[in-house]
């Protein structure tokens, strides 16, 4: 059962809209989903800019579809949960806008939250994050866009995995966490940074209690150095009860440089060793890939790039890759368009990247997912 992605490229009047998702295969829908990051109206980097959500909601089966999505406030954390219910025929689809939420953080009129959805029938969730100039949490002027697969229980860990985690690196890229419980009772989760070649975390550990089916979210934590590395979240006592989806962005606002990137963190039961969609061809010239190492000793890691035409058009491998850390491919990927995967034995996640700069006046896309099944 090997994953796949959806690739969705808009290229709109110089704007930047560009996102991706890896395709939702039989396993991976359920009669409850869950979404850890859901926005309206809420804060960008670029003052100017707010971030409001889609949900859509794909009904698979022959029979109508009875959901209920739950809306937990992540912020504030103490807001009653908010309810949306839909009817979704055979086949159907439903979307439900993030201006359907309440305002709960009024000195801002937006919402941080998590979404629990249930039904009778398996569905199947993705949720879409436009970024732009906002009327009452609605995006009129969309100019980045990225989006996400929302997550069976079943992909749920006791530890998940971030193969990319970026602060302030080089004053312009970023990443944030939003993590969510999927349980009925509170959990306490700790998060570590890492950077390539150390085995010592970066910073101080951040701890964070949360609520039931609620996202906590993690954003330049105090005390972290500039970091291009990866990151790690952890169930305090253990059990399968959180997901998680990394945002990873690209804000040199002085140069009208914009990339925006929401990917899938990585758990013991969703990790896929195929990589099925990138580009290294003009003008996504900057796609990189981060692999990390989930196992608990230092290995090493191969990938192999395929071309379109299923032939392997090259093998490369990195080696000494310690526990938790990320190293990253980017000079050794082909001038190609195809897919990749990893051969080495043990366990490495995998984030792909898909970046092109100095496009439209130096204005940039940027897409990217987890490598997940």
Do not use: C
Not at 332 to 356: H, K
């Amino acid at each position: 059962d090997l994953s796949v992605a959806v690739e969705t490229i808009y290229n709109d009047g110089g704007r930047h809209l560009a996102d991706m998702y890896p395709g939702v295969t039989s396993s991976r829908i359920s009669t409850t989903m869950v979404a850890p990051l859901i926005l309206r109206n809420w804060l960008h980097l670029n003052s100017s800019w707010r971030q409001t959500t889609d949900l859509y909601i794909f009904n698979p089966s022959s029979q109508a579809a009875s959901v209920t999505a739950t809306f937990y406030d992540s912020y504030g954390t103490t807001d009653p949960p908010h309810v949306e219910l839909r009817t979704i025929p055979a086949g159907g689809v439903v979307t439900i806008p993030g201006t359907e939420l309440p305002t709960w953080e009024g000195s801002i009129s937006g919402s941080l939250a998590s979404a629990r959805i249930t039904s009778n029938v398996p569905v199947a969730v993705v949720v879409r994050n436009w970024v732009g100039t906002s009327t009452h949490g609605s995006i009129t002027t969309p100019y980045l866009s990225s989006s996400y697969r929302g997550f069976a229980a079943s992909e749920a860990g006791s530890t998940v995995y971030f193969p990319l985690a970026a602060n302030q690196w080089v004053g312009a890229y970023d990443s944030g966490f939003q993590i969510q419980n999927i349980s009925s009772s509170p959990k306490s989760v700790t998060v570590r940074f890492y950077k390539e070649g150390d085995p010592n975390p970066q910073g101080s550990a951040v701890n964070l209690a949360i609520g039931a089916y609620q996202s906590a979210n993690v954003w330049r934590p105090s005390g972290l150095p500039q970091l291009y590395g990866s990151a790690v979240a952890e169930v305090s006592g253990g059990g399968n009860h959180i997901v998680a989806v990394a945002q990873y962005e690209d804000t040199r606002i002085a140069q009208s440089k914009y990339g925006l990137t929401l990917y899938e963190a990585i758990s013991d039961s969703n990790r896929s060793p195929v990589l099925p969609r990138f580009r290294r061809t003009s003008p996504w010239n900057w796609t990189g890939i981060m692999a990390q190492n989930m196992s608990g000793s230092t290995n090493g890691v191969t990938l192999d790039f395929y071309s379109t035409n299923g032939s392997l058009n090259t093998s490369q491998s990195k080696s000494g890759v310690l526990s938790r850390t990320s190293t990253l491919f980017f000079n050794e990927i082909p001038a190609m368009d195809g897919s990749a995967q990893v051969t080495s034995v043990p366990a490495f996640g995998l984030m792909g990247n898909l970046s092109r700069q100095d496009v439209y006046t130096n204005q940039d896309n940027m897409m990217g997912y987890g490598v997940v099944k």
